[in-house]
Every structure is written in structure tokens, then in C-alpha cells.
């Protein structure tokens, strides 16, 4: 069974830095693409960067562009999320997620795409 785990979230001023950690086990991540999403206070779960099962190639959403970062250590079978230049709008919890299928990416910005969630972890910037 599939199980993530996101951790590193917390309270933070804006214009400071958090770095998201999501650690997967039952799955050798290398096969598969992964995403980070979040959902703020009141609103619908929104997509927020993606990475490939290589880490070639990743998307963000317009809002964190230039300010986050996906990467990956598919030797430790983690996914991060390096936040920076931090705003209030940027509240949320956040999430890690993965597809059921190996090499798809074609979707990474769908959250119909993934299979499989973490329980999430709650990022508070205040102003």
C-alpha cells in the first residue's frame, strides 16, 4: 500500500522560506511522476508544481512561479517543495500526491491524475 507522509510545514512570516518534505513508502518513487497541490482556507484544492519520475522536466502554477521548487531524491524516495519569498496567499495545507501509473505525466496538473495522497501539512504566512 502506497503511503505518504508531508512534513516541514509551519508558521512563517512573509518573505521568509519553508521546505516541504513528502516521503513516500510502498512504492519505489523513480517510476513515477509526483505533484504538490493546496488548498486554501474556504477553496478548492489547486495545483501547485509537479516533477516528472526523472525530475527532467517540471510545471508550477503561475501564482508560485520563481518563488518555489520541486525537486526530488528518488534514492530516499522523497519529493520536496522549496518555498520561498513566502506571501499570506500562500496559506494553506499542502499536499503531495502520486498516479496510479508508472511514466504519466500527461495530467500532472490535474488533480484527477493522482492515485494517491498524503494526509497534507499546514503552511500559515502572516503578514
Known amino acids: 500500500q502506497v503511503q505518504l507522509v508531508e512534513s516541514g510545514g509551519g508558521l512563517v512570516q512573509a518573505g521568509g522560506s519553508l521546505r516541504l518534505s513528502c516521503a513516500a513508502s510502498?512504492?519505489?518513487?523513480?517510476?513515477?511522476?509526483m505533484g504538490w497541490f493546496r488548498q486554501p482556507p474556504g477553496k478548492e484544492r489547486e495545483f501547485v508544481a509537479a516533477?516528472?519520475?526523472?525530475?527532467?522536466?517540471?510545471d508550477y502554477a503561475d501564482s508560485v512561479k520563481g518563488r518555489f521548487t520541486i525537486s526530488r531524491d528518488n534514492a530516499k524516495n522523497t519529493v520536496y517543495l522549496q518555498m520561498n519569498s513566502l506571501k499570506p496567499e500562500d496559506t494553506a495545507v499542502y499536499y503531495c500526491?502520486?498516479?496510479?501509473?508508472?511514466?504519466?505525466?500527461?495530467?500532472?496538473?490535474?488533480?484527477?491524475?493522482?492515485?494517491?495522497w498524503g494526509q497534507g501539512t499546514q503552511v500559515t504566512v502572516s503578514s
Open positions: 500526491a502520486t498516479p496510479g501509473i508508472r511514466y504519466y505525466y500527461a495530467g500532472a496538473t490535474n488533480r484527477r491524475t493522482y492515485a494517491y
Open positions: 510502498g512504492r519505489t518513487l523513480s517510476d513515477y511522476s
Open positions: 516533477i516528472t519520475w526523472s525530475g527532467d522536466n517540471t
